[in-house]
């Protein structure tokens, strides 16, 4: 079905079986002194297992005292890690795995807390705009050393069984900041060319290794600073000429990649962006260089990667947070399940668990849509002890069908009571702001898995206590959701032309041309402003806090404003909804007490949300009842399916 996808592929003298790379992602899972333990074994078996060709293993540490990226970080610093790489590589060469790492130095872009207590390093006291940290430029002498421990790296690979190295001189880490001009002013033969440092690296790392050593780059071929601002940055004009040094000195593959932090949803992109969205700058390497290419390029769903191959795009497809979401993603395709693969929606949850979580060493990456992934040793599914027992579901939103699905993997009979008409829940309202398609792909896979489960799913089918009874479940689990509210102490609040998002959403391009208020500027405020704008619409955002999203990550925040910059939107903070009226709203400035009126044809609320859980009707039933997803605490996908997911495994 995709013949350029597994057909065989060289870089080198290294033969990969098919097309596929795993590019490396941070995932927290390396053990407290940086070696591969029973976790990130693990977490490399089951992808190894998936039927990739090449994995490369994530941003892997060269340097303990001013390299370090975060706590649970791999490392080739010292001889000690050699005999845990070891390890893990010769379990992926069992199965056909060609093993690379990457070898990494943050520069700028991480934590003096980190990194001694000292001044981050890097090529000159530019600080990272995203980090904030007090920057040293390291001296000449400096710059040596971390050569030299690039290179120890390099034979600590090699001696732990790696088939070769990738340098990461993407993402704005330590050796893209030597080739960007926008972060290296140095005036030594380090800022005189600013190849010097890469070039270095790889001299140095061919001295201990060997000519013949292979080693990778991933490379940001453009830094994408103009939306910043900024006129002096690397281009993509400038990543050719890199690439084409690259290819002189016999670089073993270029690794295309865009972006630093300052432009970083441009390197992590989130939902609303397409598979390909990096094509054009892949297609301008691709067309002046004649080494291997690899690329990621948004790449969710393999009909996309066999058109990268067959378009000459790249010579390997890359896959990360795909992989991630479906270790299997690989072996499906191959077999032609592709509406068994769980496929990555880019909603950004496991970046934003890597800058809470895994970079202060508070637990692994996780991932909304597999609760599995950086805890492979800990789900195992060996409990396969359901016996048959039923387990009534109330809700067929995600919370309740992930629970259905564990629950059938486990042997027991879950049946799903659901009063609406259609699966998917919330889901069914979240879809339908712009760009928003790839939220149902969680539904279809759900969809899919208790088709083939062979779940009882009820429809039009509101759970009573006289069902319940009928039903003589051994256990209950509520995943009843969540609904907006109208506040009661809002005068005017039961007007018709007030509506909850839910209620506006569902409504489509009914509603157009009209002045709208939207009140609250959380990420539902925001996707929904979007989608009365694009209707045509007059958008007025209040929200009551200082500042528009304040409670928003950061890459969705970033994202959604772009998109209403588009748009003539005006924004009213620290402000109050006082009273509605048939075609105005009364607001209050919460600093100063100021009142005032403004035109509105319709009143839009995303600011009041509450759990829907009432157990009463378990009373009786039986003993355990389990409260899931929204129903216990409003939240998104990722808790949603994770809470479902716990209670299920462990019921």
Same mark, same amino acid.
Not at 440 to 462: A, M
Not at 463 to 490: D, F, H, M, R
């Given at each position: 079905?995709?013949?350029?996808?597994?057909?065989?592929?060289?870089?080198?003298?290294?033969?990969?079986?098919?097309?596929?790379?795993?590019?490396?992602?941070?995932?927290?899972?390396?053990?407290?002194?940086?070696?591969?333990?029973?976790?990130?074994?693990?977490? $490399?078996?089951?992808?190894?297992?998936?039927?990739?060709?090449?994995?490369?293993?994530?941003?892997?540490?060269?340097?303990?005292?001013?390299?370090?990226? /975060?706590?649970?970080?791999? *490392?080739?610093?010292?001889?000690?890690?050699?005999?845990?790489?070891?390890?893990?590589?010769?379990?992926?060469?069992?199965?056909?795995?060609?093993?690379?790492?990457?070898?990494?130095?943050?520069?700028?872009?991480?934590?003096?807390?980190?990194?001694?207590?000292?001044?981050?390093?890097?090529?000159?006291?530019? =600080?990272?705009?995203?980090?904030?940290?007090?920057?040293?430029?390291?001296?000449?002498?400096?710059?040596? #050393?971390?050569?030299?421990?690039? /290179?120890?790296?390099?034979?600590?690979?090699?001696?732990?069984?790696?088939?070769?190295? +990738?340098?990461?001189?993407?993402?704005?880490?330590?050796?893209?900041?030597?080739?960007?001009?926008?972060?290296?002013?140095?005036?030594? &033969?380090?800022?005189?060319?600013?190849?010097?440092?890469?070039?270095?690296?790889?001299?140095?790392?061919?001295?201990?290794?060997?000519?013949?050593?292979?080693?990778?780059?991933?490379?940001?071929?453009?830094?994408?600073?103009?939306?910043?601002?900024?006129?002096?940055?690397?281009?993509?004009?400038?990543?050719?000429?890199?690439?084409?040094?690259?290819?002189?000195?016999?670089?073993?593959?270029?690794?295309? *990649?865009?972006?630093?932090?300052?432009?970083?949803?441009? @390197?992590?992109?989130?939902?609303?962006?397409?598979?390909?969205?990096?094509?054009?700058?892949?297609?301008?390497?691709?067309?002046?260089?004649?080494?291997?290419?690899?690329?990621?390029?948004?790449?969710?769903?393999?009909?996309? =990667? +066999?058109?990268?191959?067959?378009?000459? #795009?790249?010579?390997?497809?890359?896959?990360?947070?795909?992989?991630?979401?479906?270790?299997?993603?690989?072996?499906?395709?191959?077999?032609?399940?592709?509406?068994?693969?769980?496929?990555?929606?880019?909603?950004?949850?496991?970046?934003?668990?890597?800058?809470?979580?895994?970079?202060?060493?508070?637990?692994?990456?996780?991932?909304?849509?597999?609760?599995?992934?950086? &805890? !492979?040793?800990?789900?195992?599914?060996?409990? %396969?002890?359901?016996?048959?027992?039923?387990?009534?579901?109330?809700?067929?939103? @995600?919370?309740?069908? !992930?629970?259905? &699905?564990?629950?059938?993997?486990?042997?027991?009979?879950?049946?799903?009571?659901?009063?609406?008409?259609?699966?998917?829940?919330?889901?069914?309202?979240?879809?339908?702001?712009?760009?928003?398609?790839?939220?149902?792909?969680?539904?279809?896979?759900?969809?899919?898995? @208790?088709? $083939?489960?062979?779940?009882?799913?009820?429809?039009?089918?509101?759970?009573?206590?006289?069902? $319940?009874?009928?039903?003589?479940?051994?256990?209950?689990?509520?995943?009843?959701?969540?609904?907006?509210?109208?506040?009661?102490?809002?005068?005017?609040?039961? @007007?018709?032309?007030?509506?909850?998002?839910?209620?506006?959403?569902?409504?489509?391009? =009914?509603? *157009?041309?009209?002045?709208?208020?939207?009140?609250?500027?959380? %990420?539902?405020?925001?996707?929904? /402003?979007?989608?009365?704008? +694009?209707?045509?619409?007059?958008?007025?955002?209040?929200?009551? +806090?200082?500042?528009?999203?304040?409670?928003?990550?950061?890459?969705?925040?970033?994202?959604?404003?772009?998109? #209403?910059?588009?748009?003539?939107?005006?924004?009213?903070?620290?402000?109050?909804?006082?009273?509605?009226?048939?075609?105005?709203? %009364?607001?209050?400035?919460?600093?100063?007490?100021?009142?005032?009126?403004?035109?509105?044809?319709?009143?839009? $609320?995303?600011?009041?949300?509450?759990?829907?859980?009432?157990?009463?009707?378990?009373?009786?039933?039986?003993?355990?009842?389990?409260?899931?997803?929204?129903?216990?605490?409003?939240?998104?996908?990722?808790?949603?399916?994770?809470?479902?997911?716990?209670?299920?495994?462990?019921?």
């Amino acid at each position: 079905m995709y013949p350029k996808l597994f057909t065989a592929g060289k870089i080198g003298n290294l033969t990969l079986k098919n097309r596929v790379v795993m590019e490396p992602l941070a995932m927290g899972v390396a053990e407290p002194n940086q070696n591969i333990g029973e976790a990130y074994f693990e977490y $490399l078996k089951q992808r190894a297992d998936g039927d990739v060709a090449m994995i490369i293993l994530e941003n892997t540490r060269v340097d303990d005292e001013h390299g370090v990226a /975060a706590t649970c970080q791999m *490392s080739v610093s010292k001889d000690e890690h050699i005999s845990s790489l070891k390890k893990a590589t010769d379990m992926l060469h069992s199965k056909d795995v060609v093993v690379f790492t990457q070898l990494h130095h943050p520069g700028r872009e991480t934590f003096s807390n980190l990194n001694s207590n000292e001044p981050v390093w890097s090529s000159s006291t530019k =600080a990272c705009g995203v980090c904030q940290q007090e920057t040293h430029e390291m001296t000449t002498a400096e710059v040596e #050393l971390v050569i030299d421990k690039f /290179a120890q790296g390099a034979r600590r690979s090699k001696e732990g069984g790696c088939d070769g190295v +990738e340098l990461h001189g993407a993402h704005g880490y330590l050796i893209s900041q030597f080739l960007s001009p926008y972060t290296n002013q140095r005036k030594d &033969r380090f800022g005189e060319d600013r190849f010097t440092f890469v070039k270095e690296i790889i001299e140095a790392i061919r001295k201990v290794c060997g000519e013949e050593y292979p080693i990778g780059i991933r490379l940001t071929v453009d830094e994408l600073l103009s939306p910043n601002g900024v006129k002096n940055y690397l281009k993509i004009e400038d990543g050719i000429q890199i690439c084409k040094r690259l290819e002189s000195i016999k670089i073993a593959y270029i690794n295309v *990649s865009n972006g630093i932090y300052e432009s970083f949803n441009s @390197l992590s992109e989130p939902i609303t962006y397409h598979q390909g969205c990096r094509t054009s700058l892949i297609r301008q390497i691709k067309d002046n260089v004649n080494v291997p290419v690899i690329a990621v390029n948004m790449v969710k769903e393999p009909w996309f =990667a +066999e058109k990268m191959l067959n378009d000459n #795009l790249v010579d390997f497809v890359g896959l990360g947070r795909a992989l991630l979401a479906d270790p299997n993603w690989v072996k499906k395709a191959e077999e032609g399940r592709e509406s068994d693969i769980n496929r990555c929606i880019s909603c950004t949850y496991c970046f934003e668990t890597l800058v809470s979580d895994t970079i202060a060493g508070n637990g692994p990456v996780k991932c909304a849509v597999n609760p599995i992934a950086g &805890r !492979e040793t800990i789900y195992t599914f060996d409990n %396969i002890d359901g016996n048959g027992k039923v387990v009534v579901v109330i809700g067929a939103g @995600l919370a309740g069908m !992930e629970a259905a &699905r564990v629950l059938a993997m486990r042997g027991f009979k879950p049946i799903i009571l659901e009063k609406t008409s259609k699966v998917g829940g919330q889901i069914n309202v979240a879809n339908k702001p712009p760009e928003k398609d790839k939220i149902n792909w969680i539904v279809d896979y759900e969809s899919n898995q @208790l088709e $083939l489960l062979g779940v009882e799913i009820r429809l039009n089918t509101p759970a009573t206590k006289e069902l $319940l009874q009928a039903l003589n479940p051994y256990a209950v689990i509520i995943a009843t959701g969540a609904k907006s509210l109208k506040p009661s102490n809002i005068k005017g609040i039961d @007007l018709p032309n007030v509506k909850t998002v839910e209620e506006v959403l569902s409504l489509g391009k =009914a509603l *157009s041309n009209f002045k709208v208020c939207v009140i609250g500027s959380g %990420i539902s405020g925001l996707e929904t /402003a979007e989608a009365l704008l +694009e209707n045509g619409n007059n958008v007025t955002i209040v929200e009551m +806090e200082d500042k528009i999203g304040s409670n928003v990550y950061v890459q969705h925040y970033l994202d959604a404003m772009d998109r #209403l910059s588009k748009y003539d939107v005006t924004y009213i903070v620290s402000t109050k909804l006082v009273e509605i009226k048939p075609k105005s709203i %009364i607001i209050e400035n919460v600093k100063d007490f100021k009142v005032s009126e403004i035109e509105a044809d319709y009143v839009v $609320l995303a600011m009041c949300v509450e759990s829907i859980n009432d157990s009463s009707i378990t009373n009786g039933v039986c003993e355990k009842v389990f409260i899931v997803g929204d129903a216990k605490n409003i939240g998104r996908i990722e808790s949603s399916i994770r809470s479902a997911f716990e209670v299920a495994y462990n019921l």
